[in-house]
């Protein structure tokens, strides 16, 4: 059975400490951090440049991933490698080259994913899953943070996992989009087990460290009764 992980999106955090923010993630025990790149194209918000990354990466020890929702990713996923982002995530919709793409994060020294838009489906992914460590099933449209939960991708996390099952690859699951304590065993129990969480973290009035501990105790007890009634 996969270890579940908890994972923050930074997009809630305060931009002019992003360092010190970095800092108190790690302290409240997240197992990495998530960078939401977005260009302003393949989606309608504007963040972080890789230089941002580097900025903050000698601050923390916690590994980084970058969530590319940019157009033509080919063009710049490796500054997002060498910014030092172990994993680098790229839309199946952003590339006419899905598979080249993916190959190239690799081939710059990086471990390749691949993230589905809510309206994508989940054979988009079936030809690349011995490219990628992990599939991130989006939850929301992407763009930005605080928005609703879509149930209704769970029957798609599900159907993924069964898919990499019969692959035969070791690949992690990613749910990314309204993750909360009322959301999260849903997306869990479906089989997912890397949760991305921004608002939800921000907003736990026993603040951070509480908020990881609480998501991460129903994500494992939610992912490992699923693993349980799997076997
Ligand atoms: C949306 C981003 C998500 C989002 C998560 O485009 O990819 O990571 O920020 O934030 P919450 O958890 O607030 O939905």
Not at 30 to 52: A, E, K, S
Not at 82 to 100: D, M, P, Q, W, Y
Not at 156 to 167: D, G
Not at 218 to 230: H, V
């Amino acid at each position: 059975m996969a270890t579940v992980e908890i994972v923050p999106s930074v997009l809630p955090a305060d931009f002019s400490r992003l360092g010190e923010e970095a800092v108190a993630l790690e302290e409240a025990g997240v197992d990495r951090i998530q960078w939401d790149v977005m260009d302003g194209r393949f989606v309608p918000n504007l963040t972080f440049g890789p230089d941002v990354i580097a900025a903050v990466r000698p601050h923390v020890s916690v590994p980084f991933e970058a969530h590319l929702m940019v157009e033509h990713p080919e063009e710049l996923l490796h500054r997002y490698v060498e910014a030092g982002c172990e994993l680098v995530i790229l839309h199946a919709e952003s590339t006419i080259h899905l598979h080249r793409a993916l190959t190239m994060v690799a081939d710059c020294g990086g471990k390749a994913a691949v993230a589905l838009n809510p309206s994508t489906p989940a054979e988009a992914v079936r030809d690349v899953l011995d490219l990628v460590d992990m599939v991130l099933v989006m939850t929301v449209n992407p763009g930005f943070g605080g928005q609703a939960y879509i149930a209704s991708m769970e029957p798609k996390v599900a159907q993924v996992a069964e898919m990499i099952a019969a692959s035969g690859h070791a690949v992690d699951i990613e749910v990314d989009g309204g993750i909360s304590p009322k959301t999260i065993a849903g997306a869990a129990g479906a089989g997912a087990n890397i949760l991305v969480a921004g608002s939800a973290l921000y907003k736990d009035p026993e603040g951070l460290k509480h908020a990881v501990a609480d998501l991460r105790e129903r994500a494992e007890a939610a992912y490992s009764q699923r693993a349980g009634s799997a076997a």
